[in-house]
């Protein structure tokens, strides 16, 4: 009776169990650029480097956007001392107004003047801020923890704004995914978020499903995703194993 009750645990347990080949891939790769136009002037980071999210990759030469936003502060300053010179004047005005020592028509304008000087300052403002911005977007920054995959960027390449190349190439260094292909049978009822393991030689890492794409073709199939955390040894292109539930 043991051993009949042993046998169907042991089938239980090959009925549940699916192991599926798999290959590393990088996991949320990016193709980046800049947002601005110019000449690369600093590439800091060589393809199979990890950086810290923030850290500085790349930057062009920033000579005339740091002169552009000299310009626009310089504007600013220039902007908000003649709006406070509108709104003094504006007082004056005012003041005299209240003591019936000048006309209506006297008052409103010094109101105008005084609305018409908030407006320039206030695109004098914005100028500034598009100034910073086009300044900070001539660096680039890793948005997370990062692989360096590929860096096509050298020094003294151009950057245009309507068709910017991809200067560097990033990858999560914290995540992996494992890919397999599945037949539309074997994927059926594996839900996103779902628990799976994947084995890498002889370790184990617990992850979870993280997508299942459908691919098109003579025999449709799915790809299989389960992301896992990345240990510094695992590189895309390596074997694996998913194992599943």
């Known amino acids: 009776m043991k051993k009949l009750l042993a046998l169907g645990v042991l089938a239980a347990n ?12 990088w996991s949320q790769r990016v193709g980046m ?15 199979g480097q990890q ?57 409103d304008a ?19 801020e598009r100034a910073r911005r086009v300044l900070a977007e001539s660096e680039l920054h890793a948005p997370f923890p990062a692989v360096v995959v590929d860096r ?17 190439t990033l990858a999560r260094s914290d ?3 494992a890919r397999a292909t599945l037949t539309p049978a074997q994927a059926a009822g594996i839900a996103l978020g779902a628990a799976a393991t994947v084995q890498i030689g002889d370790k184990a890492q617990a992850g979870k499903v993280k997508a299942m794409r459908f691919v098109d073709g003579d025999k449709p199939a799915y790809l299989l995703e389960v992301a896992i955390p990345r240990a510094a040894r695992w590189m895309a292109g390596q074997a694996a194993t998913i194992k599943l539930p």
């Open 14 to 25: 090959v009925a549940w169990a699916a192991d599926y080949p798999a290959v590393l891939h």
């Open 33 to 47: 650029s800049t947002g601005s136009a110019g000449v690369v002037e600093r590439v800091l980071v060589q393809a």
């Open 51 to 107: 950086v810290r999210q923030g850290e500085l990759l790349l930057a062009l030469d920033q000579a005339r956007y740091q002169a552009q936003v000299m310009e626009a502060r310089a504007d600013v300053e220039r902007l908000l001392e003649e709006e406070a010179e509108a709104k003094r004047n504006f007082d004056r005005e005012k003041e005299l107004f209240d003591r019936t020592v000048t006309a209506t028509t006297v008052l």
């Open 110 to 128: 010094a109101k105008l003047r005084l609305a018409q000087a908030k407006s320039a300052s206030q695109v004098g403002q914005a100028r500034l």
């Open 152 to 168: 096509p960027a050298e020094p003294g390449m151009a950057v245009a704004q309507c068709q910017p190349p991809v200067l560097l």
């Open 175 to 177: 995540e992996i995914l």
